[in-house]
């Protein structure tokens, strides 16, 4: 999933998606193109919107809840002066660990998943509940018009739930 020789610390803007365990409409509803989340979709964007409060080098873009996958946009850069605009140019010459290193995407997305998960325990019913699916995906946002299309794409995604690559037919909400 990830580029070899990619240092994921490096300043620029990533397109993430996390998705819920099984694909199970786990975060809430769309219903007439919008979105409505339950106790564990508010996490999840309280959580989201975290991130970045908890982390000077990390910025926040563009992210939605659906009902069972998140769709956001990370920016990682130097100092609390980095914009969103700054984009990813070129691979790192270093090699990347086995284990993930502090201030990585990769570190970033574990902790919010993690968060996420223990606040869902706390529910009352949902102790055991698997929130989350193993990993997640990303994409490296190397130019401008990339970033406004990335934009467009999470702003229409609950009118467009329908013809989603995650979406689910016939399969009920699970809280």
């Known amino acids: 999933m990830r580029l070899n020789d990619y ?4 300043n620029g803007a990533y397109f993430v998606t996390v998705c819920a365990y099984r694909h ?8 007439d193109g919008v979105m409505t989340p339950n106790a564990i979709g508010r996490i999840i964007a309280e959580e989201w919107r975290k991130t ?3 982390r000077p ?5 563009g992210f939605v809840v659906m009902p069972n996958h998140l769709h ?30 502090a201030r990585s995407l990769g570190a970033i997305v574990g902790r919010f998943k993690g968060k996420v998960t223990r606040r869902s325990h706390e529910l009352p019913g949902y102790r055991d509940l698997v929130v ?5 995906y990303e994409h ?7 970033l406004q299309a990335i934009r467009e794409y999470i702003a229409m995604n609950p009118s467009r739930w329908a013809e989603d690559s995650y979406y689910t037919p016939g399969v009920p909400d699970c809280i």
């Open 7 to 10: 240092d994921y610390r490096q």
């Open 24 to 31: 199970a409409n786990l975060f809430g509803s769309i219903e």
């Open 52 to 54: 970045a409060e908890l």
């Open 57 to 61: 080098y990390v910025g926040l873009d």
């Open 72 to 101: 956001g946009i990370i920016a990682m850069f130097d100092d609390e002066q980095g914009a969103i605009q700054q984009v990813a140019t070129a691979a790192s010459n270093s090699r990347r660990s086995k284990t993930l290193q």
């Open 132 to 136: 989350w699916q193993r990993n997640y």
């Open 140 to 146: 490296i946002i190397r130019s401008e018009k990339s």
